[in-house]
């Protein structure tokens, strides 16, 4: 009865030590994360939206998802397309991007889309007044290597890129529209919450440009 009172007394204290030095260590290290997470933001506001020298933060309202998802949703039936996954795209954040001279240069939006592989994938997306993708760049992308992750190569990403249109679909044959994206070889899960994303930056900015409200 004492070794079990004694081995449980050990194991307990040998926890407290670990749970107290797991809290320090994190502690200690939460204003370098912080510094870190921030300047991969702006490297990826910076690729998104060439020029870019400072930002101002735009509030949304509930209206916009609403808008956002009743778009997507018309026009996919409309298309008679049928996603591999459902649409599931939330906003996290909308900026206004603008030169060193203050000039307006368009939004980018923060979109977090829980329809990939892996569970959820987030993205920035660089989009002009005039609904013209400028970029895409992943904030966190953690597909299958060799496939799913072949989504953070320039050959898929610079599809979208400096393209206006109405949305994107994605094909697994070759594209011939000007919103069609050419899926990724046997990451079609990956391609269809890469192009949700988009088309959800794209309707954000035009909700917010007054196409929508």
Sequence with gaps: MNSILKNTLILFAITFAAGLGLGFVYNVTLDARAKQE?????????????????????????????YIQNKV??????????????????????????????????????????????????????VKDDGTVAGISFLALSETPGLGM??????????????????FVYKKSDVEEKNEIQAISSATITSNAVTHGVNAAIYCVQYITGGGR
């Design 38 to 66: 921030e300047k991969t933001k702006l490297a990826a506001y910076e690729s998104v939206m060439p020029g870019m020298k400072n930002f101002e933060n735009i509030k949304i309202d509930g209206n916009c998802s609403k």
């Design 73 to 126: 949703n018309a026009n996919e039936k409309a298309e008679n397309i049928s996603p591999i996954k459902p649409f599931h795209a939330v906003i996290n954040q909308v900026v206004q991007a603008k030169d060193k001279n203050d000039k307006k240069l368009g939004y980018i939006v923060t979109v977090t889309d829980n329809e990939a592989y892996d569970g959820s994938l987030q993205m920035t997306v660089g």
């Design 150 to 167: 072949k989504a953070d190569e320039d050959s898929f990403k610079s599809q979208f890129k400096d393209k206006k249109v109405d949305y």
